[in-house]
């Protein structure tokens, strides 16, 4: 609870609205930095990490899912083809871990704590980028080959 003559530690002249989960300083309506649910001053704001996101973490599972399909058709490609199977189910994977990591990062970039999403959601974006691209040529070079 804020004492109703709580004043904000930066703005003297304002009345506190919340006080900082870590340092417990009053903070007015401007100094208050929502990490999550909790009321952060600007300070312990930066400090305060988010656990990783679930976004973030699918994306990157969706990645390697991909890049798993590609790497088992590659290595059973000689005694049973998964052929189609091979190119359906990466290049989705791969295009949705794409959109997926990319919203996230923008996310998370704008939001407080949360540099661990935002660091996994790039790698999930980096995983994810060939992974789509390698399909696309895969995909297109199957068409190329059967329309000639
Ligand atoms: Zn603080
Ligand atoms: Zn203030």
Same mark, same amino acid.
């Given at each position: 609870?804020? @004492?109703?003559?709580?004043?904000?530690?930066?703005?003297?002249?304002?009345?506190?609205?919340?006080?900082?989960?870590?340092?417990?300083?009053?903070?007015?309506?401007?100094?208050?930095?929502?990490?999550?649910?909790?009321?952060?001053?600007?300070?312990?704001?930066?400090?305060?990490?988010?656990?990783?996101?679930?976004?973030?973490?699918?994306?990157?599972?969706?990645?390697?899912?991909?890049?798993?399909?590609?790497?088992?058709?590659?290595?059973?490609?000689?005694?049973? @083809?998964?052929?189609?199977?091979?190119?359906?189910?990466?290049?989705?994977?791969?295009?949705?871990?794409?959109?997926?990591?990319?919203?996230?990062?923008?996310?998370?970039?704008?939001?407080?704590?949360?540099?661990?999403?935002?660091?996994?959601?790039?790698?999930?974006?980096?995983?994810?980028?060939?992974?789509?691209?390698?399909?696309?040529?895969?995909?297109?070079?199957?068409?190329?080959?059967?329309?000639?």
């Amino acid at each position: 609870m804020i @004492p109703s003559a709580a004043r904000c530690g930066e703005h003297p002249e304002v009345a506190a609205v919340d006080v900082c989960k870590r340092c417990g300083r009053f903070l007015c309506g401007d100094c208050v930095e929502l990490v999550g649910e909790d009321a952060y001053c600007a300070a312990c704001a930066a400090k305060v990490a988010l656990p990783l996101s679930k976004v973030a973490r699918l994306a990157v599972a969706l990645a390697l899912f991909g890049w798993g399909v590609v790497g088992v058709a590659v290595l059973t490609s000689r005694e049973h @083809p998964l052929g189609v199977l091979a190119v359906l189910l990466p290049g989705p994977a791969g295009l949705v871990a794409m959109v997926v990591a990319v919203l996230e990062w923008r996310r998370a970039r704008r939001a407080h704590g949360e540099q661990r999403s935002q660091r996994v959601a790039f790698v999930a974006l980096v995983l994810a980028a060939p992974l789509f691209l390698l399909m696309s040529v895969l995909v297109a070079y199957g068409v190329f080959m059967v329309t000639r």
